[in-house]
């Protein structure tokens, strides 16, 4: 292949047509396209890294008056006097034909049932929080499964700090930037009881609901009660999918009610309305939001259908709850489960309270916009590639 290049201007397309000395198409790159995207200084400022050139003061018909490839750089002088010099190298990076997806933000999700129980993937604690590759795999285990267990945490608070600080920051709720589960008397939440809790996403009752839980145990001396459930909520949605189309479109079109109210520092009330199971337009799952003991009593949909909004989500429930759609895991001191709060759903058996038996989880969540960006800085520094 020859290492000169010429550029064509091709006014019918209105764009750069880059090419080897042979003929053979390097790239198109149309007129608009070099000029939004000038590198120069006045057009982009280089450490913000952030484009000047306001939409305002540009036109879609702009037109190069003369354009040269010259020692690996593009250069155009364009119409409005303005000069612009383009890196071949980045040009080739950015062809648009083939500018591949971002891997970070598509992965290809993989929908479990029981037979997770004896696969559930495990990270070290000292890896994640030394070693980058495992905390670029975790974070992708959760985007893939879901469900991640991290052992040999140091059995006291702050573990959960640390991954978020290796993360970048973990997200605050309303219970705080960590929350400790401990059984209390005159509980605020069924959490901070001994009770059972049914399978659930937190946080249904916010618009933004957290995307990445982990739970820490730090003292767990029972020997029953207080173990761990959990269901993909994806693969029941994706199963009443084919087996049941009516109660899918219930489930995806009727919204539920969550609601939350008390006082721990503030007082609050949180209230949220959606879907159990939540669509991308392009028929993707967005998330499930499902939560029994803090569902609202008000239903805003027309009396006759509230007999089958209720059908459907029993149904719903009873496929969580299949044996071959749920898992257990008893927690040890040091473990900590992760989970994808929207995705996985949630459980915890009761236990009973003696002054000797003590269960202590220290609970904190981060979001996917966060966990993505450190990926993609991982997997840049891997591959020595920064970001366009
Ligand atoms: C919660 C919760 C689980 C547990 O606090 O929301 O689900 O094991 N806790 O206590
Ligand atoms: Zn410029
Ligand atoms: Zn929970």
Redesign the pocket.
């Given at each position: 292949m020859s290492a000169f290049m010429r550029v064509e201007l091709d006014h019918p397309s209105r764009s750069c047509l880059l090419k080897h000395d042979d003929g053979n198409l390097i790239g198109t790159y149309p007129y608009v396209w070099l000029r939004d995207n000038c590198r120069c200084d006045k057009c982009f400022h280089p450490s913000s890294r952030a484009r000047l050139v306001l939409m305002v003061n540009l036109d879609p018909d702009v037109i190069p008056d003369v354009a040269e490839v010259d020692d690996q750089t593009l250069n155009i002088k364009w119409s409005d006097d303005h000069s612009s010099q383009f890196p071949v190298s980045w040009l080739k990076e950015n062809q648009f034909s083939d500018m591949s997806e971002d891997p970070v933000s598509t992965p290809v999700r993989q929908f479990w049932g029981n037979e997770m129980q004896h696969k559930i993937p495990r990270f070290s604690f000292a890896d994640i929080l030394n070693n980058d590759k495992s905390l670029r795999d975790w974070i992708e285990v959760l985007q893939v499964h879901g469900l991640a267990l991290i052992k040999d945490a140091p059995h006291k608070e702050g573990a959960v700090l640390e991954i978020g600080k290796r993360i970048s920051f973990l997200k605050t709720t309303h219970s705080g930037e960590t929350f400790q589960?401990i059984s209390k008397f005159e509980a605020s939440n069924l959490?901070y009881t001994n009770a059972e809790?049914g399978l659930h996403t937190?946080f249904p009752y916010y618009a933004r609901s957290p995307n990445i839980q982990m739970?820490h145990c730090i003292k767990q001396v029972h020997s029953k009660g207080?173990e761990?459930q959990f269901c993909d909520g994806y693969k029941v949605a994706e199963d009443i999918k084919h087996v049941d189309p009516e109660v899918f479109r219930i489930l995806t079109t009727i919204p539920v009610d969550f609601r939350e109210w008390g006082t721990d520092s503030n007082e609050y009330h949180f209230k949220h309305r959606s879907p159990i199971i939540q669509l991308l337009p392009d028929g993707r799952f967005k998330a499930i939001s499902y939560h029994d003991h803090v569902r609202a009593p008000y239903i805003q949909i027309p009396v006759q259908d509230v007999n089958k909004l209720y059908r459907a989500i029993k149904i719903f429930n009873t496929e969580l709850y299949k044996e071959e759609n749920k898992i257990e895991i008893k927690m040890v001191e040091g473990d900590i489960v992760s989970f994808a709060n929207r995705r996985v759903l949630?459980g915890?058996s009761s236990f009973t309270v003696t002054e000797t038996n003590e269960r202590h989880?220290e609970?904190a969540y981060i979001d996917w916009d966060e966990a993505c960006s450190r990926m993609r800085v991982i997997r840049e520094k891997m591959l020595n590639k920064k970001p366009l």
């Amino acid at each position: 292949m020859s290492a000169f290049m010429r550029v064509e201007l091709d006014h019918p397309s209105r764009s750069c047509l880059l090419k080897h000395d042979d003929g053979n198409l390097i790239g198109t790159y149309p007129y608009v396209w070099l000029r939004d995207n000038c590198r120069c200084d006045k057009c982009f400022h280089p450490s913000s890294r952030a484009r000047l050139v306001l939409m305002v003061n540009l036109d879609p018909d702009v037109i190069p008056d003369v354009a040269e490839v010259d020692d690996q750089t593009l250069n155009i002088k364009w119409s409005d006097d303005h000069s612009s010099q383009f890196p071949v190298s980045w040009l080739k990076e950015n062809q648009f034909s083939d500018m591949s997806e971002d891997p970070v933000s598509t992965p290809v999700r993989q929908f479990w049932g029981n037979e997770m129980q004896h696969k559930i993937p495990r990270f070290s604690f000292a890896d994640i929080l030394n070693n980058d590759k495992s905390l670029r795999d975790w974070i992708e285990v959760l985007q893939v499964h879901g469900l991640a267990l991290i052992k040999d945490a140091p059995h006291k608070e702050g573990a959960v700090l640390e991954i978020g600080k290796r993360i970048s920051f973990l997200k605050t709720t309303h219970s705080g930037e960590t929350f400790q589960v401990i059984s209390k008397f005159e509980a605020s939440n069924l959490a901070y009881t001994n009770a059972e809790l049914g399978l659930h996403t937190d946080f249904p009752y916010y618009a933004r609901s957290p995307n990445i839980q982990m739970l820490h145990c730090i003292k767990q001396v029972h020997s029953k009660g207080g173990e761990n459930q959990f269901c993909d909520g994806y693969k029941v949605a994706e199963d009443i999918k084919h087996v049941d189309p009516e109660v899918f479109r219930i489930l995806t079109t009727i919204p539920v009610d969550f609601r939350e109210w008390g006082t721990d520092s503030n007082e609050y009330h949180f209230k949220h309305r959606s879907p159990i199971i939540q669509l991308l337009p392009d028929g993707r799952f967005k998330a499930i939001s499902y939560h029994d003991h803090v569902r609202a009593p008000y239903i805003q949909i027309p009396v006759q259908d509230v007999n089958k909004l209720y059908r459907a989500i029993k149904i719903f429930n009873t496929e969580l709850y299949k044996e071959e759609n749920k898992i257990e895991i008893k927690m040890v001191e040091g473990d900590i489960v992760s989970f994808a709060n929207r995705r996985v759903l949630h459980g915890r058996s009761s236990f009973t309270v003696t002054e000797t038996n003590e269960r202590h989880l220290e609970g904190a969540y981060i979001d996917w916009d966060e966990a993505c960006s450190r990926m993609r800085v991982i997997r840049e520094k891997m591959l020595n590639k920064k970001p366009l």
